[in-house]
Nanobody, 113 residues
Framework: QVQLVESGGGLVQPGGSLRLSCAAS????????MGWYRQAPGKQRDFVAFITSGGSTNYVDSVKGRFTISRDNAKNTVYLQMNSLKPEDTAVYYC???????WGRGTQVTVSS
């Protein structure tokens, strides 16, 4: 089992920044990649970004150039630095693992003036 705890969400104005964190505990040796999905109200949960244990990354096109994913293997933590935030980035952000999919409870990000 792997437990994931997200933090760092909140309310920010358009153009602002937030950094999300996701700390993993438990059977972390089973984790190859970690990443983020998000779910806006009334919509499906969509992929945002992931990072492998080797540092390879991938992003959905809509966040490229604005979001940066990173990980600290010593702390078993993955981060999502979100810059130039837009109202359409408003969602609950969920941390996940791969190849076995564990999920965190999510953290709310609201971008509004």
């Amino acid at each position: 089992q792997v437990q994931l705890v997200e933090s760092g969400g909140g309310l920010v104005q358009p153009g602002g920044s937030l950094r999300l964190s996701c700390a993993a505990s438990g059977s972390i040796s089973s984790i190859h990649a970690m990443g983020w999905y998000r779910q806006a109200p009334g919509k499906q949960r969509d992929f945002v970004a992931f990072i492998t244990s080797g540092g390879s990354t991938n992003y959905v096109d809509s966040v490229k150039g604005r979001f940066t994913i990173s990980r600290d293997n010593a702390k078993n933590t993955v981060y999502l630095q979100m810059n130039s935030l837009k109202p359409e980035d408003t969602a609950v952000y969920y941390c996940y693992t791969s190849p076995i999919n564990y999920w965190g409870r999510g953290t709310q990000v609201t971008v509004s003036s």
